[in-house]
């Protein structure tokens, strides 16, 4: 079965640090990769999505990047944290592009 | 623009009854995709139930079913013999079926299922 490890769970980084978050998918092969942002009382963003590797798509203008070195690993990075990047980041996967997503559980990210 | 409305920011309901989110959306296409997602205290999203446009069946899973009435652009979800672990927000999300196929997310609906 297909797994999905997002980490850290939380995160407290202070205004102009980087950031770096990993994602990796077991059990498939050449996964849709996505990551979401959920601010507080709000529905998801999303953030970017990669189709494979190296094949990265920016869905909204911000400080953030990222990055699909391998087939199943997708890095969610900054250079400088702003207060306004702090939320609840998600990884998910799908076989189909969008269709349907599976999560992971999240990182708790507080820019301070 | 494609949009997606879940007018009941809280709900609650008893265990064991039934309770009904509801979820509206607009679109001026024929193909497309309906979502369900479920997100515990836990955080993580989980997949509910999803429904094909093109099938005039309603979608069920287990005490999870639908009622889709595409001519309305309604899609509820219905929740059968409520469990505290149903407690979760829920998320109501609509996809194209065409060449831009992106998830459009409702602002979810806080369900407290008590005891």
């Known amino acids: 079965s297909q797994t999905i490890h997002q980490w850290p769970a939380t995160l407290v980084q202070p205004v102009g640090s980087p950031l770096s978050l990993e994602c990796t998918v077991e059990?498939?092969?050449?996964?849709?990769l996505y990551w979401y942002r959920q601010a507080a009382g709000r529905g998801l963003q999303l953030l970017f999505y990669s189709v494979g590797i190296g094949q990265i798509s920016s869905e909204v203008p911000q400080n953030l990047s990222a990055s699909r070195p391998q087939d199943r690993q997708f890095i969610l990075s900054s250079k400088k944290l702003l207060l306004s990047d702090s939320g609840f980041y998600l990884c998910?996967?799908?076989?189909?592009?969008?269709?349907?997503?599976?999560f992971g559980n999240g990182t708790r990210l507080t820019v301070t | 623009a494609q949009t997606v409305t879940q007018s009941q920011p809280e709900m609650s309901v008893q265990e064991a009854e039934t309770v009904t989110l509801s979820c509206t959306y607009d679109?001026?296409?024929?193909?497309?995709?309906l979502f369900w997602y479920k997100q515990p205290p836990s955080r993580q999203m989980i997949l509910v139930i999803r429904?094909?446009?093109?099938k005039q069946q309603n979608a069920t899973e287990n005490r999870f079913s639908v009622n889709f009435q595409k001519a309305a652009k309604s899609f509820s979800l219905k929740i059968s013999d409520s469990q505290l672990g149903d407690t979760a927000m829920y998320f109501c999300a609509f996809m194209n079926a065409g060449n831009n196929r992106k998830l459009i997310w409702g602002l979810g609906t806080s369900l407290a299922v008590n005891p």
């Open positions: 429904q094909e446009a093109y």
């Open positions: 059990g498939t092969s050449n996964p849709n």
């Open positions: 679109t001026s296409e024929n193909n497309y995709y």
């Open positions: 998910a996967w799908s076989r189909e592009i969008y269709l349907p997503l599976h």
